[in-house]
């Protein structure tokens, strides 16, 4: 009998706004055993480099994880810079993308990680990262050529009208929010793609990072696992938060540590209302469908519904 055919994505148009320069997946060599990390954003991306990382190389507390899992798809430094350097890397590779799938090129060859979160706790660490985001990074963003539209504005001081332009304009100012959960949950049954929930990793952390290591075939050290599980807890994060922020937090007052903020989910409980929440509740069943919403707000691979 002849193997299935298996109908993999196809990239389908370019993103490119004050972020994002998609084209650049369209000049990259892929490897065979690359790994790519895929976010929304503040959904658990940089701790699941993290924990990539620190498995791959056995633990390693130096580890500069922010330079050897660079995000592909940003930008800045432009795409003449980028790919050179990400072909010089000798090791495994980890790359990063906020991309939905339709705006990139999908390797069959290349296993890709997927996390997402509520969308409630997104836009409540969009802020911190957003209101805390210095000149340096405006420039970089909205001064450098290539941009595409209109530049990034500072958030208004009130978080309600923040999330209200977010819900109301879909992801405004950063990017659509749920056009990127429903293109990574259409291809959720693929082999080389593995649903992981921030909600999960919260609750079960050591288990979930077992389940990526098989996931990847990283065969891992048992003598090592307990300092490679420490290496990747938040608190250790926090405090060596230069290692895993891009340039060190240099683009957010108050550094790498205002980068890597709380690291917990619910923070919007005390602020929007409960019919606030019902309506964002009633968005997500109408975008995503009933299943990919009870996965997107709760975690749990029983919720992740594949197809038969």
């Not at 500069?64 to 800045?76: F, G, M, N």
Request: aromatic fraction near 12%.
């Amino acid at each position: 009998m002849n193997a299935p055919v298996i109908p993999w994505p196809r990239k389908t148009r370019e993103l490119r706004n004050h972020h994002f320069d998609s084209t650049i997946w369209n000049d990259f060599a892929f490897r065979g055993d690359d790994i790519v990390i895929a976010t929304y954003a503040k959904s658990g991306t940089t701790w699941t480099q993290q924990i990539v990382a620190q498995m791959l190389f056995g633990g390693a507390p130096a580890l500069a994880v922010a330079e050897l899992s660079p995000w592909l798809d940003l930008r800045v430094p432009p795409k003449e810079i980028k790919l050179p350097a990400v072909e010089a890397q000798a090791h495994r590779r980890i790359l990063k993308t906020h991309l939905p799938v339709d705006a990139l090129v999908f390797s069959p060859r290349a296993k890709y990680i997927y996390i997402a979160r509520d969308g409630r706790d997104v836009v409540w660490s969009m802020y911190n990262h957003h209101a805390n985001a210095n000149a340096a990074w405006y420039a970089a963003l909205n001064d450098t050529p290539g941009r595409v539209g209109p530049p990034i504005e500072p958030p208004p001081a009130d978080i309600r009208q923040y999330w209200r332009d977010w819900m109301d304009r879909d992801g405004h100012p950063f990017w659509p929010f749920w056009e990127n959960i429903r293109s990574w949950w259409a291809i959720r049954h693929l082999p080389n793609v593995l649903m992981v929930h921030f909600n999960d990793l919260k609750r079960d952390m050591e288990g979930e990072m077992r389940r990526i290591a098989r996931f990847l075939d990283i065969a891992i050290d048992e003598a090592r696992w307990p300092a490679i599980v420490e290496y990747c807890t938040f608190d250790w994060m926090k405090r060596n938060a230069t290692q895993s922020v891009p340039l060190g937090g240099a683009f957010w007052d108050g550094g790498a540590e205002t980068f890597i903020h709380k690291g917990v989910n619910g923070r919007w409980a005390d602020t929007l209302t409960p019919a606030e929440c019902a309506e964002y509740a009633a968005r997500a069943e109408q975008e995503l469908g009933a299943a990919c919403a009870r996965w997107l707000a709760n975690g749990g691979a029983e919720n992740l519904d594949f197809p038969s």
